[in-house]
Each structure stands twice: as structure tokens, then as C-alpha cells.
């Protein structure tokens, strides 16, 4: 099992100072998590969801981030594939620019967005978006592995090029792909990639994505990129000394989590913010009620949230699932940095040595 961080750079009821104040607090929360030997940070490309997501510069994080670092890999979960959003010549210099610098360390992840807020923010063809990401997908592949690329497809026709520089991971730094739909998984698994997915349902629900997964990546035959047999879903996570403290805490952090999601990617509208989502504490009752809840048979996998015994707890479910990659969503909106730093400290001191 591989350990990481997920940074939305979350926030809630930002201040032009708060904000500022979140990108360095990141920075701070990858470096701890470089000198206690997690496997990998990831970042998201999102644009104008305000509060649920600020991270809109990824490539522009991570780099700085590669400068303080000296171990953990570098993870785009995702960059937005669309020309509209992206044109792929410009994704393929930036990504092989950040894997030379930081000396093969990038795992690249693509995707699409399903949120409508960017979605149309970039005048995107809502029918096409699948079809774009495919094309561009297959031209960044062939763009690193060939000294001139030239390409005419259903969305570009490019003459020849030279597109420079190249990655130093060979062939190509491990590629993934977003899964946020239920059967996505699968499809991702027919084309050979890595799948990035939510932490969703019980533990039925997530082997049996598993299963699909395993299934659909061992029968992938995928032209021009190696296959990447890698299943990661992201559990809202907080794991402190103090059981109750990191659930009460943990809890409502990732309920901020989960209701600003479903804001921009559920209710079908184009919300601005601020957003109309619970901020406060559990009462007494509903805490004591989640908390007896853990890891209990049929119990909900979307957290970790806890002391380190409740923790390995819960992160052995996944294990006896077969999830090979745990990307932990600490950065919650309602958590202050001071607890996401001890949380850091003590899941990678007390729950990462016995996996």
C-alpha cells in the first residue's frame, strides 16, 4: 500500500489573505510529508470552484514544491485534457519540464471536469469533451515518444514539430486517469491507465469496483503508452492522538468536503459562492453516533478519521480490497493547519510503518 496527499487547496469563506495563506500551508504540509517518506502528492486542476477547489495552477505548485523536495513524487490528479482548457502541446512541454527538474518524480493524471462551472467558464462542447480528451491523450503519448510529431485527427492537424523537451522517465512518466463516476473505473481499466478514484460506498461496493478495474486493465491492449495497473481512491482524512478530537474535527471537515463536491458536481447548477453547506461542529449525539459507526460491518470507506488504531483499522479494509494507493485528503476547508500538520506527523509515524 502507497501513501499520499490530495490537495484541492480547499478553503472556507476565503479572504484574499486566507487564500495567500493556503498555498503556503500546502507547501508546508508536502514537505512534512517528504521527510516522513509518503509515496506521492497530488494536485487538482480546477478552475472557479470557489471554496471547494483553489488549486487552478497546478503545474505552478508542484514545481515549487520539487524545489523543497527531495523524495516524494509529483502527482497532476488531473490535468484538464480539452483543448479548450488545455492545448495538449503546451501539457506535454509542461509536464516533461517538471519531470527534468525534479528528477523523474511526476506520476500525470488527465482528465475532463464534470463540473459545469468549468466546464462552460472555457466555452467547451459538452458532447465532445470525452472524444477531446481521447485525442489529446493519444497525442501527448506520441509527442514524447518521437523526435518530430506531427498529427491530423478528428480536432487538430498539426505539421510537423519538434515538442521539447522530453520527459527522463522512460518511456513516459505513469499515466492515470480520473475516475469520478461509478463505471468509470472499468473504462478506465480498457484503455491501461491508472485509476484515480473517490473513496465511495462500503466495502462491497469498492471491491467490486476493484474487481472491474482488475478485470477491464488485464485485457487493456493500449497503443502508444505502457499499462498502469494502479487502483487510488482519496478518503477524507484526519488521524490524531486525541480519538475525539480528530473526529470532531475529521468529520465535519469532510462534510465540508463532501457537500461543496456535490454543489458543483451534483446539483446541476453553476454556483459562484459563497456556498450554502454546513461549517459547524457536529452536536454531541451525531458525533457520538459517527464514531461508534467506524469500521463497523457495512460502515461507509470514505473516511479515515480517528486515533491510529482506528486508523489502521480502517485502512486495512482497503488493503483486504486491494487498493494499492491511499491518497489522503487531509487539506479539508475546515481544518485548521495546525491539526492537518499533526495528522501528517502522526498517520506517517503510526499507521504507514505497518503497511
Not at 510537423?160 to 475516475?179: L, S, Y
Request: include cysteine; proline fraction near 6%.
Amino acid at each position: 500500500m502507497k501513501f499520499s496527499l490530495f490537495f484541492e487547496m480547499q478553503i472556507s469563506e476565503p479572504t484574499p489573505e486566507s487564500e495567500a495563506r493556503l498555498f503556503h500551508d500546502c507547501v508546508a504540509q508536502a514537505t512534512l510529508a517528504d521527510q516522513l517518506g509518503y509515496h506521492c502528492i497530488w494536485a487538482v486542476e480546477h478552475h472557479g470552484l470557489y471554496e471547494y477547489s483553489h488549486s487552478s495552477a497546478p503545474e505552478t505548485f508542484l514545481a515549487y514544491v520539487a524545489a523543497k523536495t527531495e523524495q516524494i513524487r509529483l502527482g497532476h490528479g488531473i490535468t484538464l485534457l480539452p483543448f479548450r482548457y488545455n492545448h495538449p502541446i503546451r501539457i506535454a512541454e509542461r509536464i516533461a519540464t517538471l519531470d527534468i527538474l525534479s528528477g523523474g518524480r511526476v506520476n500525470w493524471g488527465s482528465g475532463k471536469s464534470s463540473s459545469l462551472v468549468e466546464q462552460l467558464a472555457f466555452e467547451n462542447d459538452l458532447g465532445l469533451l470525452h472524444d477531446q480528451w481521447l485525442e489529446a491523450l493519444e497525442m501527448i503519448l506520441k509527442m514524447w515518444s518521437s523526435e518530430v510529431f506531427s498529427f491530423k485527427g478528428r480536432f487538430f492537424d498539426i505539421p510537423e514539430t519538434r515538442v521539447i523537451p522530453k520527459p527522463v522517465q522512460r518511456p513516459h512518466p505513469p499515466i492515470f486517469a480520473a475516475c469520478s463516476k461509478p463505471d468509470s473505473a472499468a473504462t478506465v481499466g480498457q484503455l491501461g491507465l491508472g485509476a484515480l478514484n473517490f473513496a465511495l460506498g462500503d466495502d462491497v461496493y469498492l471491491e467490486q469496483k476493484v474487481r472491474e478495474y482488475r478485470h477491464a486493465v488485464a485485457a487493456a491492449q493500449p497503443q502508444g503508452w505502457m499499462k498502469n495497473n494502479h487502483f487510488a481512491c482519496t478518503p477524507a482524512t484526519l488521524v490524531l492522538e486525541d480519538d475525539r478530537k480528530a473526529c470532531r474535527y475529521g468529520f465535519r471537515g469532510a462534510r465540508f468536503f463532501s457537500e461543496t463536491l456535490c454543489f458543483y458536481y451534483l446539483s446541476g447548477t453553476r454556483p459562484v459562492g459563497p456556498l450554502n453547506v454546513a461549517r459547524d461542529f457536529f452536536s454531541d449525539d451525531d458525533l457520538a453516533a459517527a464514531m461508534a459507526l467506524r469500521n463497523t460491518p457495512g460502515s461507509m470507506i470514505a473516511t479515515i478519521v480517528g486515533d491510529p488504531t482506528c486508523a489502521r483499522e480502517s485502512v486495512q479494509r482497503l488493503v483486504d480490497i486491494d487498493v494499492d494507493e491511499l491518497i489522503l485528503v487531509m487539506q479539508l476547508g475546515t481544518i485548521p493547519q495546525d491539526l492537518v500538520m499533526e495528522s501528517i506527523r502522526t498517520f506517517g509515524e503510526q499507521v504507514m510503518p505497518y503497511f
